[in-house]
Each structure stands twice: as C-alpha cells, then as structure tokens.
C-alpha cells in the first residue's frame, strides 16, 4: 500500500515540492503531471470502460481538455470528472 496525502511540514514531504501552512500546494515551477482514471459510461451503443490519462492536475491553468489529467478543461481550469461506475 502506499500512503499519499497533502499533510506536510517541508517542501520536499510534497510532489509539487512546495508545503505552504502544512499543505502540499500548487508550484507553477514544479513539472508534475497527475495520472486518473476516466471512467466512460455505458451507453445504448458501447460499454463502459476506463483509460488512464495523464496530465496537468485539478485546479491548473488549461487551454485544451487534452492538457488535464481528467480531459477536462473549463474557462481555463483543470476539473475533475464525477462519473464513477457501480459495481
């Protein structure tokens, strides 16, 4: 199991490798890139199905759905997809 979380004390406790008030932060310095799994659900036509993608992480400044690790960009931000399949 690995254990990831956003609680930190110093930078390097932190991805971004920025810890601002014991919180790993957004560093528009740092090049990390956030991989998620994007889930497609099933329609008259096809089943569901997931992919991962890998791309610039919620919240980030985008251009393009293609820039964001989710594959959606909204007025220039990053967001996350809600659909989650049952199992």
């Known amino acids: 199991i690995i254990d ?3 609680d930190c004390k110093t930078d ?3 991805f971004s490798n920025k810890c601002f008030n014991n919180t790993c ?6 090049n ?6 994007i ?3 099933t329609t008259l036509f096809s ?5 991962i993608y890998c791309g610039l992480m919620v919240g980030e400044s985008c251009t393009k759905d293609i820039d964001c690790s989710f594959k ?5 931000t990053c967001h996350k997809i809600q659909y989650i399949p049952t199992d």
């Open 4 to 6: 990831v979380s956003t």
């Open 12 to 14: 390097t406790q932190c």
């Open 25 to 30: 932060t957004y560093n528009v310095n740092a």
């Open 32 to 37: 990390v890139e956030s991989c998620d799994t």
């Open 39 to 41: 889930y497609t659900e």
């Open 47 to 51: 089943e569901s199905n997931s992919d």
């Open 72 to 76: 959606a960009c909204y007025n220039g």
